[in-house]
């Protein structure tokens, strides 16, 4: 009966820490595949540093990660008017398929972009009844300035020895990676 016992608490023991583990002792292979939609007026505009107006935690992050590679970053409570280049980034879905040893994911990341800190895009986006088409829709401005949206896939194989927590971490490490690369390739004037 003791032993009984000892193996059942063994494994809800080793359960709980590869559920809760925030470890990766493993090898990935991660693809990312982006859609970016854009429109450029004439003479855009392109002001300096980020205003990110999270949405999620992920947005967060992204602003920590712009920070992190010398970028000025606000970030905005709301979806306002500023200063910097605005920014609104969020997950819009996330999937994983876990056991210890092989762990699969995918992750769509929405971003909304403009070079003068427009937010006008973003806010018909968020009011509209159809997200996809008023995603994929610029609305015309006088104002200077080079608009767009991103669409990122990230998708992840991992094999080794994997927490949920680590593995889960390390797919939205590989997204904010990926979603910042685009990022800092449109603040310097590059649609495609």
């Known amino acids: 009966m003791r032993k009984t016992y000892g193996v059942v608490l063994t494994l809800a023991v080793l359960s709980l820490v590869f559920y809760f583990g925030s470890f990766t002792l493993a090898n990935s292979e991660t693809h990312v595949s982006v859609?970016?939609?854009?429109?450029r007026n004439v003479n855009a505009t392109f002001n300096e540093g980020f205003c990110v107006y999270p949405d999620s935690p992920f947005g967060k992050m992204v602003a920590t990660e712009l920070k992190g590679r010398g970028h000025k970053v606000m970030t905005l409570s709301s979806p306002v008017e500023c200063d910097g280049q605005f920014l609104a980034v969020w997950v819009e879905w996330f999937n994983v398929s876990y056991s210890p040893i092989l762990a699969e994911g995918q992750v769509r990341v929405v971003a909304?972009?403009?070079s003068a800190g427009d937010p006008a895009h973003y806010l018909s986006y968020r009011n509209a009844t159809d997200k996809e088409k008023a995603l994929m829709a610029?609305?015309?401005?006088?104002?200077?300035?080079?608009q767009a949206y991103i669409l990122l896939d990230i998708s992840d194989e991992s094999r080794g020895i994997i927490g949920l927590r680590g593995y889960q971490?390390?797919?939205?490490r590989e997204a904010v990676k990926a979603t910042v690369d685009r990022i800092e390739s449109l603040s310097h004037g590059e649609a495609g």
């Open 112 to 114: 909304i972009y403009s």
């Open 138 to 146: 610029f609305s015309r401005t006088e104002r200077p300035q080079f």
């Open 35 to 39: 859609q970016t939609g854009s429109m």
């Open 169 to 172: 971490n390390h797919l939205l």
